[in-house]
């Protein structure tokens, strides 16, 4: 009878703890899906290091295209910052196809029309936006590594043969056998095929070891496409068949799915059940041969695997966009979708989507655009707008903005440049290969005439051959298939290219002893001249300012620059 309620109270036990594990996970889920109801319309509130920058764009780099942003654009729009503002996505699939997103541009208006269909489906069915999150919390993310790194590590290992497993394991039947004629050596048999395996088992399994971590992702993105269809979402149909065709050609990836990746005991002090199960790998090598089945069975169909990448991240930034949208809105700013139609560049209350409280510009531009103005009063903070607005459209089907109608562009900038000191490239140097670059893709004859935004042109050299080589640079920049905005100081500019640019100007109020901008964009070239005022208003001597003063109004009066 004693033993009897021992055992009763130890099972009793073990289903209390069983409960308890129950209900903690329950809880943890329940905690979980509210937070997800309650982040709807706010801000995100993710923490970024160094390396998540370096794993993030692994998607992109494995579907480099024609047509897609590059380096020099993305960092002049601060695209990083941007991508971190609309980031919502919780695995690393919908991380990494986000990003691809912005920096590949759509080829045709019915592709973005499909995609805002899947935003606006996700904005109106809350329960259908969480489950498919609570999904992508359960397929998660891949640490530091990208999950193309993952793949490539398994492309690494390359095809694993069985036999010598096989082989080794027949030999465990002659053996058995063999102790019932003659048990002494029918044992040593048993014994020594043990041994061997289990030696040679540590030392298998630490090989294979860094890659169960890409099989386990795998698995969980099978998983993850199995119930994303079982969802049915009706505005997918594209995706849906996506995970259905993975689904089926990586169903036999998984059998012995459980012995790769159940827990081990014998080195983390696990249940009883969990040692024995340790020792049944390592006496006949199961984990290994299923790891190696599933290995062979991965390489076989790694399209399949890219395209349930695809989908799930693709859904996965529908979602993200949704909640995007909900922020702005939250905070009572304005969006559109833009008509993506015509020859003329027109936006109404255009602003850019990572300043608070942003002051709002509307632009009309059938031709080239020259903005002119002191430092800080806003014309680069303009060119990113503009170009932001026409990015976003072209790859979110949104504008952050009243209303926007352009045609479909290939968009290029060349603004904050630096010395490139690995290469040992001056400044100048590095200016004139970022506005080739330009001058050549208005060379290709393409449907989408090109969109660029060129803030100082030659910023790196001396007046004369600045304002002179500027000019020529900047009327090549002009015609039918380009549209060109340009920041400059060089009022000389604005007569020599008034009959190819559109001048527009900021301008700010000094008022007792400081400066004021309102960022507004006006018509006309600017015509104030306050660089030596502001020297006053920063506390510069007097001597420095009424000589500097002098200087100028000899010249202007002369033309001669002379000490004063």
């Known amino acids: 009878m004693e033993y009897i309620i021992f055992w009763l109270a130890i099972g009793g036990l073990f289903a209390v703890m069983a409960v308890q594990g129950i209900l903690a996970d329950i809880r943890e889920k329940k905690t979980f899906e509210k937070k997800l109801y309650e982040s709807y319309g706010k801000r995100p509130d993710k923490e970024y290091k160094v390396e998540r920058f370096v794993r993030i764009p692994g998607y992109y780099k494995h579907h480099r295209q024609p047509g897609q942003i590059d380096d020099i654009t993305w960092d002049d729009l601060s695209m990083d910052q941007v991508f971190i503002r609309l980031n919502y996505t919780i695995s690393s699939s919908g991380e990494e196809v986000l990003y691809h997103m912005l920096r590949t541009p759509a080829q045709s208006v019915s592709d973005l029309q499909y995609f805002d269909g899947l935003v606006t489906y996700f904005m109106e069915q809350d329960r259908q936006r969480v489950a498919f999150q609570k999904l992508m919390n359960g397929l998660g993310g891949t640490g530091k590594f990208s999950l193309y790194d993952y793949l490539e ?3 690494k290992l390359g095809v694993r043969s069985n036999l010598k497993d096989f082989i ?3 030999l465990y039947i002659p053996a058995v ?25 540590m030392k298998e399994k630490k090989e294979i070891e860094p890659y169960i971590t890409s099989l386990a992702y795998i698995t969980r993105l099978l998983h993850a496409a199995r119930e994303t269809v079982g969802l049915g979402i009706p505005v997918c149909p594209r995706e849906n068949e996506q995970l259905l065709q993975g689904k089926i050609a990586l169903g036999k990836s ?8 159940s827990k081990t005991g014998t080195t983390t002090g696990g249940s009883p059940a969990d040692v024995v199960l340790d020792y049944v790998r390592m006496a006949f090598h199961v984990d290994l041969i299923f790891f190696n089945r599933m290995l062979r069975e991965i390489g076989a169909h790694g399209k399949e695997i890219d395209q349930m990448i695809t989908a799930l991240g693709y859904l996965e930034s529908a979602v993200s966009i949704a909640m995007y949208r909900a922020s702005l809105e939250a905070e009572g700013e304005k969006w559109c979708r833009p ?25 009309s531009a059938n031709r080239g655009v020259l903005l002119t103005g002191s430092n800080a009063s806003g014309k680069s903070t303009f ?11 072209q790859t979110l089907y949104m504008v952050p903005a009243d209303s926007y109608r352009a045609p479909m562009y290939r968009i290029y900038s060349s603004m904050s440049l630096r010395d490139d000191l690995e290469s040992g490239e001056s400044y100048y140097i590095v200016e004139i290969k970022s506005l080739k670059r330009i001058l050549d893709a208005a ?3 393409e449907s989408r005439p090109v969109l660029c935004f060129v803030d100082e042109v030659l910023r790196g050299t001396n007046t004369v051959e600045r304002i002179a080589a500027a000019t020529q640079i900047l009327l090549s920049l002009t015609g039918e298939d380009i549209l060109c905005f340009a920041a400059t100081h060089d009022i000389e500019l604005t007569e020599l290219l008034s009959g190819k640019y559109d001048n527009y100007h900021f301008e700010e109020d000094i008022r007792d002893g400081d400066i004021l901008f309102n960022y507004m964009l006006r018509e006309g070239k600017a015509n104030s001249r306050n660089a030596i005022r502001l020297l006053e ?28």
């Open 254 to 261: 998984q059998r012995g799915a459980f012995w790769v990746f």
């Open 339 to 363: 008509a993506l139609q015509g020859d003329t560049l027109h936006a109404r209350q255009l602003y850019h989507p990572l300043i608070e409280h942003p002051v709002k510009n509307s632009i």
């Open 443 to 445: 060379e290709e004859k």
């Open 153 to 155: 590590y398994l492309h």
């Open 383 to 393: 060119l990113k707008t503009v170009a932001l607005g026409a990015l976003m459209a």
């Open 168 to 170: 080794v394991n027949l």
């Open 177 to 201: 056998l063999l102790m019932f004629i003659q048990f002494p050596m029918g044992l040593a048999a048993l014994l020594a095929l043990m041994t061997y395996n289990i030696a040679t088992y």
């Open 537 to 564: 208003i920063m506390g510069y001597d007097e001597t420095i300012i009424s000589s500097a003063q002098r200087q100028a109004e000899d010249f202007l009066r002369q033309g001669i620059w002379k000490l004063s």
